[in-house]
Each structure stands twice: as C-alpha cells, then as structure tokens.
C-alpha cells in the first residue's frame, strides 16, 4: 500500500526479537529512483493516528496485533502473583514463556501474515540495514500447504517421513534457512517462502523433518506408537500406509433423537448422528472415528468419516417438520413451542407419536434422557363401536397404544373430564393423551355413565354421538 504524496510504501519487517523470538512490524517504507526502499518509520499506535486518513483498515488491523509484541503490553496481559513485573523477563525464558506468551505471539503473527497475504502486503527479512533490498522479499503463498504422512511397516519397524506439498508441489524442508516460524497456527519458512498450515494442523510434527529426512521408529516400540501417535493423526491428517491396513467403513447411518429439557426448561430433542456403533452430537466438530485392531501382530485400522451431505438433508427435514436448531446446533426445539414451557414437552411427545412414519423415513430411533419422565413414544389409535339398545347407546372403544396396549376408552373417562393428559401404561411409561379429545370427547364423557365394559348414553343425547364420533351426522339419525 503506498502513500503517494510522500512515496512511502507500507511494509511489514520480519526480525527476530532478543527475548520473544521471531516477530513481524508494521513500518512505513520510502521510494526513491534507487532500486530499494529505506525505512522511514516504524507504526505503532503512538504514530497511527498521524496517518489515519491513509491507511486502509487492515493496515490498523496489522498496527494494532503488531502492538501485543510490547513489552507494557505482555505484562499487563501474563503478568500474575507467581510471575511478577521484576521477573517478568526471567519468566519468557522458560516453560511459562512457551506455554503461554509465545503462543499469544504466534496468534498475532498469524493474523498479520494472512492479512499481508489476503492484500498483497510485502514482507522483508530483517537484515540488520536502513534499506530494504528485492533480495531480501519474501514470497507468499495464497493457499495453506498440504501434508502427507507416510509409514512403511517392515520387518524391521516403522518408517515415518512428512511431506509438505506447496500447490501440490513437494516442498524441500532441507535447504537453508528452513524453519517452523509458528507452531498453531502453523507457518513454516523455507529459504525465502513463507508457508501456511490449515489452524488444526501442529508444526511441531514438521521440525523433525527439517533435520533429518525420516524417522524410525524400533520394532519394540511399534504398538504403542500405533496405539496412540498414528491412530490420532488418522483423524486429522492424510495418511499413507504400507505394510498395515487402513480400511474405510461405511456403516448404516441413523439418527438418535434424545427428548429431554434444556437448561432452560423447555422440552427439545439433542440430536445424534449415528454411524454404526459410533455416535455424534450433530453440531460436534469431530468428523473421524478410528478403531485399531491388533491380530497376530498385523495392524488393522477402521476408519469412519462422517458424510456432510446425508447430515445436511437430515437437517433440512427437520426443520421442515417445524423445527429450528439451537444449542450451537446440537439439539432441536419445535419452532412453536420455543418458548412454551408448560406445554412443550406434551406437544413433542404427541408430535412423536403422529411422526411414526417420518421417523422411519429418517432412520430415527427416540431415546429419553433421565432428566425427563419415561414417555411412550410410538402410536395411539382408536377403535369405535356403538351398540343401539332401545332407550340408550352403548359405546364400545378401545385405545391402541401401538401393538403394546389395548385399553378401554371408559378408562380415560376421569382423564378427560378433569384435563389430565398424563396416562401411565401398565410398562410405567407415560402416555400423552391427544389433545384433541379433551374437546372432542368432553362432553360425550359428561353424560355417559360407566356400564362397567362399556360407555352408557341415554338415546335423548343422540346428537353427541354424531358431533363426537362420526364424520357423517345422517349415521344415527335414521336409526333412531
């Protein structure tokens, strides 16, 4: 970025700093006819608002992180009762300098580099002088590199080698000047090129390869180096394999819809993703399962990667069925009854039970958290039968709760009249009366009495049986 009236270009210098390693800042850099630049001003935010009229907002982005690198910066953020300001400086000599301000450094780093590389920003390798020479440029890649890790198992043991790939060309970690700038995020130097890693990726698994070009691993030490350091790369990385197997597994794919409440209190399904025998709460970031198996000294790994197009179809059907996701899309709620706390939970064990068929479709299983009563989740139906008598009706109805539980409807007479839509089955599960029959039915059940098996009504009240129980109201009419 140039400021042109005064021919400065901005810039960034990459040093290294006697006691925080290396570091990148922000300068102003001048033009001249000579075929270099010389350096006219560092930035910070003691100068910044001198230029804020021509400096684009990245360049305040860059100012700004570039400031953490301060010394009055650092303390005020990692100075505490065990690292106080007089050893503040013996503390970035040790374990507390690599645990936690270098890390703090290496964010900041990483910000000003992918913004230098998202605007085309140059960068220089501090070479101790006023001037900035084209030598001393450093290249930019756009995109992350790539790696690949290779074991070869023989007779011997294990052969490991990394390899970088750069645009998908291998990028040599021998020549001079390689080194690994930042470990996560990862940049890593080669002679004059700058390289960056996806953030999950660990540069400590890189400076191995920059001092030697393979590491062996002994027979004796193989199944733990399997058990643990392979079978976790597995997970996160591209790995080769010769001498041992890496088996892809494409298990039956399902869902778990746990009901529960929430912290809230509102009633919700935490949805699972089920890939064989693993699951995985949906909105989790983890995408591989890796299983090893050892037999007769043959190294078996069985690996499961989630499918984003299946999950993503699944998500879309629920929220066509009326639900939104929350919970950082780990669990579902009816969009109706989102802030319904009374009733919620009655409403998505009915939805459960008129979804029998949606849930087969899906691939749905319904499991309930212990937080909440055991409710019946599968289909309630009704089967209606009026015997006419001479002065009365006898109605005969059973309730079908699936193939489990044939109940007679006079059972749910009390349940009606009094608005109790709680029923325990006879298994302790609780059932969730339709809410339509506490309307529908409730004066049917006002004047009927109990006859034992059936339900009694006097034939003057002939009109609740048309209203009640049957779409055609000519039914009964013509019989009586």
Wanted: hydrophobic content about 40%; aromatic content about 14%; some cysteine.
């Amino acid at each position: 970025m140039e400021f042109a009236s005064q021919n400065l270009v901005f810039v960034l210098i990459f040093s290294k700093h006697p006691k925080l390693g290396k570091i990148v800042l922000p300068y102003w850099a001048k033009q001249s006819s000579k075929p270099y630049l010389s350096i006219s001003e560092r930035l910070s935010s003691f100068n910044v608002d001198n230029y804020r009229e021509v400096l684009p907002a990245y360049a305040f982005e860059i100012i700004k992180a570039a400031d953490e690198f301060a010394d009055s910066n650092l303390m005020k953020r990692f100075v505490t009762k065990k690292h106080p300001v007089k050893n503040f400086f013996q503390s970035v000599e040790g374990e507390y300098f690599a645990e936690f301000i270098r890390p703090h450094i290496e964010k900041q780093i990483d910000k000003i580099f992918r913004l230098a590389v998202r605007f085309d920003i140059p960068i220089y390798i501090d070479e101790s002088s006023p001037n900035l020479y084209p030598e001393a440029l450093m290249k930019k890649n756009v995109n992350d590199a790539d790696t690949i890790m290779n074991f070869t198992r023989t007779e011997e043991g294990t052969r490991y080698i990394l390899e970088v790939y750069q645009d998908e060309k291998r990028v040599n970690l021998s020549i001079k000047e390689s080194k690994v700038i930042c470990f996560q995020p990862c940049w890593l130097r080669t002679g004059k090129t700058l390289h960056s890693f996806t953030k999950e990726f660990d540069g400590k698994k890189l400076e191995p390869f920059i001092r030697k070009e393979f590491i062996s691993i002994p027979k004796s030490a193989e199944k733990k180096y399997f058990e643990a350091f392979i079978l976790k790369n597995l997970k996160t990385s591209s790995v080769t394999a010769e001498g041992f197997d890496i088996l892809d597994v494409k298990p039956v794919q399902k869902i778990n819809l746990t009901l529960e409440s929430d912290i809230t209190g509102r009633a919700i399904f935490v949805v699972y993703f089920v890939y064989g025998q693993k699951q995985v709460m949906a909105g989790r970031k983890k995408n591989v399962f890796v299983d090893l198996k050892i037999e007769e000294e043959n190294y078996v790994f069985y690996r499961i990667t989630r499918n984003p197009k299946w999950e993503k179809q699944i998500r879309q059907k629920l929220k066509d069925q009326g639900f939104e996701w929350i919970n950082d899309d780990n669990s579902i709620v009816l969009k109706k009854d989102a802030d319904n706390l009374e009733t919620g939970m009655h409403n998505l064990v009915k939805w459960v039970n008129q979804k029998e068929d949606f849930l087969k479709s899906i691939n749905a299983t319904i499991t309930q958290h212990h937080n909440v009563s055991k409710y019946y989740t599968s289909t309630i139906s009704a089967d209606f039968k009026v015997q006419v008598e001479k002065d009365w009706f006898d109605i005969y109805a059973m309730i079908h709760f699936g193939t489990h539980y044939q109940i007679p409807f006079i059972q749910f007479r009390k349940y009606i009249l009094k608005g109790i839509r709680e029923f325990t089955l006879p298994n302790g599960e609780v059932a969730i009366l339709p809410e339509e029959w506490f309307t529908k039915f409730q004066d049917l059940m006002l004047y009927c009495t109990d006859n034992k098996k059936s339900l009694r009504l006097q034939r003057h009240h002939f009109l609740l049986l048309n209203e009640n129980l049957f779409e055609n109201e000519e039914v009964l009419k013509s019989d009586v």
